[in-house]
Structure formats: C-alpha cells, structure tokens
C-alpha cells in the first residue's frame, strides 16, 4: 500500500517542469475527474487543460472553470461541449484538440455507471454504459494516440475496475445485445474485461506510453445513483442498503482526487513522471515498464494473473477484434 504521506510527497513536487502540461478529461464534469483536475490545478502548476462533456453539464463547468481559474491563474482551462456516448462526437472532438495541440501528455477517462436501469442504447445503437465505459474511451485514446506519443511522458489514466476483472464472460454475445442476456451484473464482468483486455493490448503495442486501469474503490460521487429510475424498487433498495455503506466506507474526496493525481504522475508506474523510491509498480504481465498498470484503491499494482491469464488465451483476440470492428467507421 502506498500511505497517503508518500502520495502527498510525490504530489508536492508537482511543478511547472513536471506536471502533465497538455491533459485531457473525458468525464472531469463530475465525480473522480473534477476532483482531479482540482487537485491538479491546486498544485500552482501551468497546464492546459481540456474538458470534454455534455451540454447538460456547460453551466456546472462556468462555475467550476472560474473556480480553477481563481485558484491557479497560470491554468489554462478549455472546455469543450461534446456528447461523449456518442463515437461519431468522440472522434469529432478529438479532431478539435488534434487541430489545436501538438502533444498530449495526459488523457483521464472517468465516464460510466452501472447500468441498474437495464438496457438503454445510444442513437448509434451501443449501450450506454458500455459505450461510456469502452468503446469511447478506446476511441479517444485510439484517435489521441499520435499526440501522446509525442510527448515526454505520456500516460492514460482509466478509471474503472482495473484489477478486478472476472473470467466468466460472454463471448458469444460480446455487447449482451441478445433478448434476456443483459444484466447489470454481467454488464459490469463484461465491460470491466473487455476494457482491461483492449487496454492492455494498446499498452503492449505503445511501449512509450503508461496505460492506467485503476479501480477507485468507493468514492461518494453519486455515481450509484446514475442510469436508473430514482422512483424505482431497485432504486428504493439501493438508497436503503448500498448508499448508506458508500456513505460510511468510501474514500474521502480529497484522498481520491490525491491517489488520482499520484497515478497521473509518478514515476511508480512505468519509470517516467515524479521519481519514485518506493516499491516500483508490476504492469498486468509482472513487468515494471511497458505495459498496462492494474491499479487499486491503495495505489497498489494488483495483476489478477490467474484470470487474466485466462482471459487471454480465450477472449482478448476476440474482444480486440470484436472492438475494432465497433470503432473501425469512427476511426
Ligand atoms: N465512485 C465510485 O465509487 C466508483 C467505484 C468503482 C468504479 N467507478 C467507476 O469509475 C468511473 C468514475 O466514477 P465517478 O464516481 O467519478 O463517476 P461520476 O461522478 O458519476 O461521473 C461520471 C462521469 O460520466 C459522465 N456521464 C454519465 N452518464 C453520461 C451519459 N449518459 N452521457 C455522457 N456522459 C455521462 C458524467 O457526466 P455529467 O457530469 O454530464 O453527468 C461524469 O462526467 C465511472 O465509470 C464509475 O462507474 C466508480
């Protein structure tokens, strides 16, 4: 475990030759994100810093950009309005930073909840969450991969389930599209492998790059209340029994945003970023560099080897094929 007295030193040396200069958030609108670009601001570095999210939340992201604005007048702080279930509004915002940057140092992708409200698609015929949680984030990172390479030290931060990935997944269904085989369950064991799988194949083939699948743990965000019906009996249960526990045992915000940032820029994970004198971090194939970081609550690097060993021999072929036929019109 990585104490948050060593996370607090790491992240004290955050200045304006090692913070991420050019960062992108895909989901800093709330939650996890917003609480990282704070604490990310509050270091007094200069950065620029993207925003991507939906109309609903542009009067929220005022507020909150005047907010970093006041706290680090050095932050240059571009929002920009996309909805970002959506690929065809993925890969038109990602040509808008392809046309205004030469390198990206840092893209954070926070998107997604569980769908307890059942199936509900996009216009582009995705569900929703899946495409919040997969196929949009590999798509910003599939279309901002030029730019990250070009930077010094380039990292993708995901934010999900990484480290907790179950062997049990359908590979014959592989978006539960079939009539009764959806889940919210067997939505969550599936995006979670798919997500780690694909991630660490793009690890793998972009050595220069430190891939992130962190697992926050529970942070009291409101992310359990998202996609379902607030007058609903699962609803009704979940604010009885769940949200009670969230409210008790999450990690408090600020130890979140603060973990968060630690992911986003120390050297524990890859060898480049904040240096790191601690126990260095294992990637998902027991190495210290190249590849992709499962990382959890406590900053530890938690593999999973037994199942995910599994999981690549029998499923990773299919799920990068399977993903890039979904992205291929949008790439
Ligand atoms: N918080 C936890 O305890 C926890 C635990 C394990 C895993 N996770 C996962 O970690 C990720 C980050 O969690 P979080 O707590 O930061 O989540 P959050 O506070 O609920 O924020 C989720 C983000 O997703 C965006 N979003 C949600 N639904 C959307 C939709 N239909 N279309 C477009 N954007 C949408 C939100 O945008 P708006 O601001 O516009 O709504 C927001 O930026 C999520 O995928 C979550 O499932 C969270």
Redesign the pocket.
């Known amino acids: 475990m990585v104490s948050h007295t060593e996370i607090q030193a790491s992240n004290a040396l955050i200045n304006d030759a090692t913070a991420p200069r050019t960062a992108v958030f895909?989901?800093?609108?709330?939650?996890?994100?917003?609480?990282t670009i704070r604490a990310l601001v509050a270091t007094d570095a200069s950065v620029r810093i993207f925003i991507i999210?939906?109309k609903?939340?542009e009067e929220?992201m005022n507020v909150f950009i005047q907010e970093l604005r006041t706290t680090n007048p050095k932050a240059e702080i571009i929002w920009i309005e996309a909805?970002?279930?959506l690929l065809a509004e993925t890969k038109r915002v990602c040509a808008v930073i392809k046309g205004k940057e030469a390198h990206v140092d840092l893209l954070f992708l926070?998107?997604?909840?569980?769908p307890f409200g059942g199936r509900k698609e996009?216009t582009e015929g995705v569900e929703?969450?899946q495409?919040?949680?997969h196929y949009t984030r590999v798509l910003f990172i599939l279309h901002l991969l030029p730019l990250l390479e070009k930077a010094e030290a380039p990292r993708v931060v995901s934010?999900?389930?990484g480290g907790m990935e179950m062997a049990n997944i359908d590979l014959d269904d592989i978006d539960l599209k079939r009539p009764g085989n959806f889940n919210v369950m067997k939505a969550q064991t599936q995006y979670m492998a798919l997500h780690t799988m694909v991630l660490e194949k793009l690890a793998d083939q972009n050595p220069n790059v430190a891939f992130i699948h962190?697992?926050?743990?529970?942070?009291?965000?409101?992310?359990?209340?998202?996609?379902r019906d607030p007058n609903s009996f699962l609803s009704w249960l979940i604010w009885f029994t769940l949200e009670p526990l969230?409210w008790l045992f999450?990690?408090s915000d600020d130890v979140?945003a603060q973990m968060h940032l630690f992911q986003c820029t120390s050297a524990a994970f890859g060898g480049r970023g904040i240096p790191w004198n601690g126990k260095p971090g294992v990637t998902s194939l027991g190495k210290e560099t190249d590849g992709l970081f499962l990382v959890n609550k406590n900053c530890d690097c938690t593999p999973n080897a037994k199942v995910l060993a599994k999981l690549r021999e029998e499923a990773q072929g299919k799920i990068w094929d399977h993903t890039q036929d979904v992205l291929r019109p949008y790439l």
Not at 214 to 227: D, E, I, L
């Open positions: 895909v989901g800093g609108t709330a939650g996890i994100g917003q609480l999210g939906r609903s939340a929220r909805e970002v279930s926070t998107t997604g909840y569980a996009t929703i969450a495409s919040l949680e934010v999900l389930s962190s697992w926050p743990g529970w942070v009291n965000t409101g992310n359990v209340k998202r996609g969230i999450a990690t979140s």
